[in-house]
């Protein structure tokens, strides 16, 4: 007996002890269908434009100066696009009621012309042309927000000169222009939210140059002016920014994805707008951006990335704390996936959320449903390519 407990302690000492099995990513999405929309898509959003209860999708195209409106049917399926011509070089676009008359409206950063364009909705999913607002210069990205308390929503626009323009709305659909930031290096993307908890809207900010390599916290002051920045050093060239809660604590965390050397970057939040060190996590090649959400019913932030060079997105599963399990799980898409979002394709239904995601080199959109995904008739719906 002495002599076989020896002999399993020298096995064991030899050999190891038992290899925990690998992890296997669950297999949550499936490419339900592509559709053709303008050329090169640079962002999409959602919104209904129709006001039939269900979602429908936005790009900006920014080589063929247009947007394409795709109309939910309901299902997971759209119909064929409607182009409208806008401005040059659409980069991004802000969704959002700007005149208060319970329709959505657009408002486009146009990089071509360095402008800040409206388009006014008329609820039927037509829009109007309106106002045009010169900034200086090549605008990138655009988030809007109540920044000076009046209750009119206000835009805040990234411009690649290294400058972060405000304009206030007056709650009619028309803005003014407000404060004019210098900071950082080539900004590419910026978002808000109040990150320090004290009523009053803040901002993240990525600065891709090479000389920076950052993302910029604005704290706001809620008088529509913000105070000086803190930067917090991310990966190679960061491309976007966005917030979710990754390890559960109450408090907003950032979300980065970095061009270069293929990663992720969270920033856990302190709660009191400051933020730790950031924790990188690998990607698949050429990351553009990304967006968290529960993809596997954990109650636990997921990430969703899109990469233009491996052409995939990839669900990284979340552990709580932060990072994520190993591998992600990958899926194929067409050419150059540039951008996404969610999407949850009717207001009033409980369904798992899909991706709908926008190529850029490949000129169309794809939508990802959920495997739990149930048609109002309670069947599943079929796949199709």
């Not at 993307?189 to 910029?216: E, H, I, Q």
Request: hydrophobic share 35%.
């Amino acid at each position: 007996m002495v002599r076989s407990l020896i002999l399993l302690s020298l096995l064991t000492l030899i050999l190891g002890c038992p290899q925990k099995d690998p992890y296997v990513p669950p297999d949550l999405l499936y490419l339900f269908k592509s559709y053709p929309v303008g050329k090169n898509p640079t962002s999409i959003k959602t919104g209904d434009f129709n006001q039939d209860g269900f979602t429908d999708l936005i790009t900006s195209n920014i080589s063929s100066n247009s947007l394409s409106i795709l109309f939910g049917n309901g299902d997971g399926s759209f119909q064929n696009q409607v182009s409208i011509q806008v401005c040059r070089e659409p980069r991004n676009l802000a969704v959002e009621d700007f005149n208060m008359d319970q329709h959505l409206d657009l408002a486009l950063a146009c990089s071509g012309s360095s402008q800040v364009v409206i388009f006014l909705g008329k609820g039927d999913g037509t829009f109007k042309k309106g106002a045009q607002y010169p900034v200086n210069r090549t605008p990138v990205s655009i988030a809007s927000g109540d920044f000076n308390g009046d209750q009119k929503l206000d835009l805040a626009v990234a411009l690649r000169n290294d400058k972060l323009q405000i304009l206030f709305g007056t709650g009619n659909g028309r803005f003014r222009i407000g404060p004019l930031y210098v900071h950082g290096d080539k900004p590419t993307s910026v978002a808000t939210a109040d990150l320090n908890r004290d009523g009053y809207l803040d901002l993240a900010v990525t600065n891709g140059g090479p000389m920076s390599s950052a993302v910029s916290i604005w704290l706001g002051q809620g008088d529509g002016t913000f105070l000086e920045p803190t930067d917090y050093r991310t990966g190679k060239r960061p491309l976007s920014v966005s917030f979710a809660d990754f390890n559960t604590d109450g408090s907003l965390d950032l979300l980065v994805i970095n061009g270069q050397m293929n990663t992720i970057t969270v920033f856990l939040g302190n709660g009191d707008g400051t933020f730790q060190e950031g924790i990188d996590s690998g990607g698949d090649a050429g990351p553009m951006q990304g967006l968290a959400q529960d993809f596997n019913g954990d109650k636990i932030p997921d990430v969703a990335v899109v990469n233009s060079q491996s052409g995939s997105v990839s669900v990284l599963f979340g552990k709580g704390d932060g990072t994520f399990q190993y591998p992600p799980r990958n899926y194929r898409t067409p050419r150059g996936p540039f951008a996404l979002t969610s999407l949850l394709v009717a207001a009033d239904r409980g369904d798992q959320p899909g991706l709908a995601i926008a190529n850029n080199s490949g000129n169309s959109v794809s939508i990802f449903l959920h495997h739990g995904l149930k048609t109002r008739a309670g069947r599943k719906v079929s796949a199709g390519l």
